[in-house]
């Protein structure tokens, strides 16, 4: 013969509901305590279970003089459940709008970031500075030593390239400026493409290093 299984916590507190329910009477937790066996709730852990209804504000309690009373009425626990029922309702509905918004939200970040040929050409053009960049630098530790016609020609090449580098950076200005007005919600998310790409706070205009008059050793 198998063993019978106890009850489980949430069936003595329907047990002990019975109890208040039934008597619609007032009970101190001694007498609470010798009614439970009656309804298969061991005596051990009446006050347990007594006290989860206590806090799930399903039985009330009070001290009368010195004793603690406790009772609960079918219209009380009613009102209590009809209380928490509209609480949930209200979160549910709070939760549903929260959620249609974050869709909306999301949607609206998505448009003007498609991938497109443009956008990968803007992308592209953003890197290329970085690497135009390095190079003007190499060009000018690469012609240090040169004769004077070589020099001459050099200082005219990067003043050409200098001023084509500076127009880059005009032109990178300019599309981060049209990316910030035209989607000011993804300011975050176009300040980490800028940094992937190269694009740091400390990104400029180029400034153009006045040359010696005379760079050839004699």
Not at 58 to 83: E, H
Request: glycine share 4%; proline share 3%.
């Amino acid at each position: 013969m198998s063993k019978k299984r106890g009850l489980s916590l949430e069936e003595k507190r329907e047990k002990m509901l019975q109890i208040f329910y039934e008597s619609q009477d007032f009970f101190l937790l001694k007498e609470l305590e010798k009614m439970g066996p009656k309804k298969g709730v061991i005596a051990q852990s009446v006050k347990d279970v007594v006290q989860s209804l206590v806090d799930d504000d399903l039985v009330s309690r009070d001290k009368i003089g010195t004793s603690i009373y406790f009772w609960s009425l079918p219209s009380c626990a009613g009102n209590q459940l009809r209380n928490v029922s509209r609480k949930l309702d209200s979160d549910l509905q709070s939760s549903k709008k929260r959620y249609a918004q974050l869709v909306d939200q999301c949607e609206e970040l998505k448009k003007g970031r498609e991938e497109s040929d443009e956008r990968e050409e803007a992308l592209a053009d953003l890197k290329a500075i970085e690497l135009k960049h390095n190079e003007l630098k190499d060009e000018m530790a690469k012609y240090a030593d040169n004769d004077p016609a070589a020099f001459e020609a050099m200082k005219e090449a990067i003043e050409v390239a200098h001023a084509s580098a500076n127009r880059w950076t005009d032109n990178i200005f300019t599309l981060r400026q049209w990316c910030s007005n035209n989607f000011p919600e993804a300011k975050e998310q176009l300040e980490n493409m800028y940094k992937e790409v190269g694009i740091t706070d400390d990104f400029d205009y180029l400034e153009l290093a006045p040359v010696p008059p005379k760079a050839v050793a004699d």
